[in-house]
């Protein structure tokens, strides 16, 4: 049974820095790219950040460049997010998710995603 585990949300001032956790298990990990998504109340997912198999390839959102950093552990099965100078339109339900390593991939579409962590609250007050 596939689990992703996410944590190190938490509630923090805008400016403020957190650094998500996702720990993965029942797959092999090292054939998965990695993609974090939030959702904010009333609002669609969207992508955050996505990094490849083998952390060679990333890509972030525009609203988060310069400010989030995607990284893996693939000895720890766990993919990190980074998250520096939060501001409170950053305040969402983060969530980690993973897709088979396959010829194509659209790290943006949650769609193409095989499986989904629970997520974590973030809350940046200002």
């Known amino acids: 049974q596939v689990q992703l585990v996410e944590s190190g949300g938490g509630l923090v001032q805008a400016g403020g820095s957190l650094r998500l956790s996702c720990v993965a298990s029942?797959?092999?990990?090292?054939?998965?790219?990695m993609g974090w998504f939030r959702q904010a109340p009333e609002k669609e997912r969207e992508f955050v950040a996505a990094?490849?198999?083998?952390?060679?390839?990333?890509d972030s959102a525009d609203s988060v460049q310069g400010r989030f950093t995607i990284a893996r552990d693939n000895a720890k099965n766990t993919v990190y997010l980074q998250m520096n100078s939060l501001k409170p339109e950053d305040t969402a339900i983060y969530y980690c998710?993973?897709?088979?390593?396959?010829?194509?991939?659209?790290?943006?579409?949650?769609?193409?995603?095989?499986?989904w962590g629970q997520g974590t609250q973030v809350t940046v007050s200002s």
């Open positions: 998710a993973a897709v088979q390593r396959r010829s194509d991939w659209y790290p943006r579409l949650p769609i193409r995603y095989d499986y």
């Open positions: 029942g797959l092999t990990f090292s054939s998965y790219h």
């Open positions: 990094i490849s198999w083998g952390g060679g390839a990333t």
